[in-house]
């Protein structure tokens, strides 16, 4: 059974920064590629970035506009968001996925809130 669990959510101001941080247990990381996802109150969920398993690729949402970064670290299983430049649109729930390469089964964490507020 893989396990995804979120860190890092909180209050921040416009213009802050915060950093969300997401483990994958329960099976080989590297075989995962890692993403993050968000839903804010009355919208469906949406993309915000991916990485590829070797940490190679990255792509991101159009309106990160090159405030966020997302990385792993594939000795310690975990995958970063760095978010920066932030503004009261960017409130949301933010979710971790692994994808799993080998069986094509997706997993979701339990989400963060981050809510960005003055």
């Not at 247990?25 to 993403?35: D, E, Q």
């Not at 975990?78 to 094509?104: F, G, I, P, R, W």
Request: hydrophobic residues 35%.
């Amino acid at each position: 059974q893989v396990q995804v669990v979120e860190s890092g959510g909180g209050l921040v101001q416009p213009g802050g920064s915060l950093r969300l941080s997401c483990t994958a247990s329960g099976s080989n990381f590297l075989r995962y590629a890692m993403s993050w996802y968000r839903q804010a109150p009355g919208k469906e969920r949406e993309l915000v970035a991916v990485i590829s398993s070797n940490g190679g690729t990255t792509n991101y949402a159009g309106f990160v506009k090159g405030r966020f970064t997302i990385s792993r670290d594939n000795v310690r299983n975990t995958v970063a968001l760095q978010m920066n430049s932030l503004n009261v649109e960017d409130t949301a729930v933010y979710y971790c996925k692994a994808d799993d390469l080998v069986t094509t089964l997706h997993y979701w964490g339990q989400g963060t809130q981050v809510t960005v507020s003055s």
